[in-house]
């Protein structure tokens, strides 16, 4: 990881800044103010701006949200190396599987493949750590986390009824 | 019950007047890319003792609301600074510091010597040479978008350093001018910069429950509070002999979290009103008839001390590591000078030292404020040119 250097521009507000992998240095002004400046230096002189972007306190965040949900699926990525034999998958719900339309509980996923689901994506919105209440729908993807061979038999359990 | 009588008739088509004529140069001056302060200078100068227009009414307005826009300058100074931020400042920044005073007091107070003002108008011209303007500056930088830049914190760095010469300064030259013998002056002298030291370390210590007691959500309520806080304290300065100019500057230092932010907010607008009728006001009370005989000296002071800046910006820029390019833009940048020469300058004409060193003062600030920018805007692209040929002969002597 490179290494942020944090600089106090006094009156102005707090800079920091690194030199990405690709060799160009980025730096994000905190203005007192709230406003932020997203700044990248140029290739001829280490010193001097060449492009930046004044972002409103909304902008940041939008930004932060797009670059963070990336590095959210890296750090599960990490995580699942560091718990040995940890997977994460997408298991769909389709048209045809027994339990569309019902309840999650009624799968006894858990029971029979030691699977949890942890999160339901429906029309592109996710609903996280869903209960045994919440109902299945046609279309539903479920997201999992579970053993390789728990997460297959959970595959096959909501794609044919009965074990 | 109101009535208007005649005179406050006048004085509000005066006052309208010289606000929309005010509001007009600010525009011309946005166009041609030049700071609005020197422009409003040069329109009190116009309308002023002896200029081709003469206000009558409307100056015993603009007299009391120049005090006012002076302290409000300061106060939001203040504002933009941490107690901790100057602290960091004056530690890390000392030997900068003193060169800085070294080369760009140094040729004012020389300056101020030939033309025989005494001890008091030389300081005080070194005091006009040798303070930048952190406002004009602030805004070239945003414009420049250059405030990322790796020489930016050694500009800011000397800005803030200057800004606390300026609070000692200023009590000591309040000193001085009352005059009387040197033990008593001494004594004055020392009490002056004790309070300031003092006052200073309480902001740093209790400036957050300060700001905490002072706050309010009700804006009415807290303008009040703030410019009834700032105009006592920096009345007790006065009275202490302290300059009231310091101490609305420790006011506003005081202040920090959400007070500072609201106080920022709230102040803005009327910072800029009374500012440009504090600018005016000094233009207003110098000569014209006395430019000509000063426009020499003043333009010579401005290159000497114009090159002066470039060497303290050049040499602070390198001992930050900063390449040759961006020592150029850090020099450039503080060749500009303003509304605290402005100040300082103001002083020299209120105690009734010579009319030609007000007239010097303005000329001077007047060639600096409006040329200042342009040597920074110039040393942008130069600086470019510079860093681009310095990587070419980098890339050449690795090929061979």
Redesign the interface.
């Known amino acids: 990881m490179a290494e942020i250097v944090e600089?106090?521009?006094?009156?102005?507000g707090l800079?920091h800044?690194f030199l990405c992998e690709s060799g160009d240095r980025l730096?994000v002004?905190t203005r007192?103010?709230g406003r932020r400046?997203l700044?990248l230096?140029?290739?001829?002189?280490?010193?001097?701006?060449g492009e930046?972007v004044t972002l409103s306190p909304d902008d940041a965040r939008l930004l932060a949200d797009l670059l963070g949900g990336a590095t959210l699926v890296e750090r599960f990525n990490d995580l699942r190396q560091h718990i040995a034999g940890l997977s994460i998958d997408w298991l769909p719900v389709s048209e045809t599987s027994p339990f569309a339309a019902q309840p999650l509980g009624a799968t006894q996923m858990r029971t029979r493949t030691g699977v949890s689901a942890i999160a339901l994506l429906r029309h592109g919105t996710a609903i996280p750590s869903p209960g045994p209440e919440t109902v299945l729908l046609a279309g539903d993807t479920v997201v999992v986390v579970g053993l390789a061979e728990g997460i297959h038999a959970a595959g096959r359990l909501l794609a044919v009824a009965g074990p | 019950m109101f009535s208007a009588s005649p005179g406050s008739a006048t004085l509000l088509v005066e006052l309208g007047a010289i606000l929309i004529g005010l509001a007009l140069l600010g525009r011309f001056a946005g166009r041609i890319g030049v700071p609005a302060i020197p422009l409003y200078l040069a329109a009190g100068l116009l309308v002023g003792e002896g200029g081709f227009l003469e206000l009558v009414t409307a100056r015993e307005f603009i007299e009391p609301a120049a005090q006012i826009g002076v302290i409000l300058l300061l106060l939001m100074l203040g504002l933009e600074y941490s107690g901790s931020e100057l602290l960091v400042a004056l530690r890390t920044n000392s030997q900068v510091g003193a060169l800085d005073v070294l080369l760009n007091f140094t040729p004012g107070v020389i300056v101020g010597a030939l033309f025989g003002w005494g001890l008091n108008g030389a300081l005080l011209l070194g005091g006009i040479t040798y303070v930048s303007s952190s406002g004009i500056i602030a805004r070239v930088l945003d414009d420049l978008g250059n405030t990322g830049n790796r020489e930016t914190p050694v500009v800011l760095s000397i800005l803030v350093t200057e800004d606390l010469v300026m609070a000692f300064y200023l009590p000591l030259m309040a000193g001085l001018l009352i005059g009387g013998d040197p033990l008593q002056i001494s004594l004055e002298i020392v009490g002056a910069v004790v309070a300031v030291i003092a006052v200073l370390f309480a902001a740093v210590r209790y400036g957050e429950r300060l700001s905490a007691a002072m706050f309010t959500r009700f804006e009415d309520i807290m303008l009040l509070t703030l410019i009834g806080v700032a105009l006592l304290v920096a009345g007790a300065a006065e009275h202490l002999q302290a300059s009231a100019a310091v101490g609305a500057f420790l006011v506003g230092i005081a202040l920090s979290g959400q007070a500072e932010h609201k106080a920022r907010e709230l102040l803005t607008p009327l910072r800029d009103l009374f500012a440009a009728m504090f600018f005016a006001f000094f233009g207003l009370q110098i000569d014209p008839a006395n430019l000509p005989g000063v426009l020499a000296p003043a333009a010579g002071l401005a290159v000497v001390t114009a090159a002066t800046k470039v060497a303290t910006g050049w040499w602070g820029a390198r001992r930050a590591g900063v390449g040759k390019a961006g020592r150029l833009r850090a020099g450039a940048l503080l060749t500009i000078r303003g509304e605290f020469s402005i100040v300082i300058a103001g002083i020299a004409v209120a105690e009734g030292l010579d009319s030609k060193l007000g007239a010097l003062a303005a000329a001077y600030v007047l060639i600096l404020a409006i040329i200042g920018p342009f040597l920074a805007r110039a040393a942008d692209p130069l600086s470019r040119r510079l860093a681009a040929r310095a990587t070419e002969k980098q890339r050449s002597r690795r090929g061979q």
Do not use: C, K
């Open positions: 600089t106090s521009l006094p009156g102005v800079r800044d730096g002004i007192h103010s400046d700044l230096y140029t290739q001829d002189d280490p010193d001097a701006v930046s």
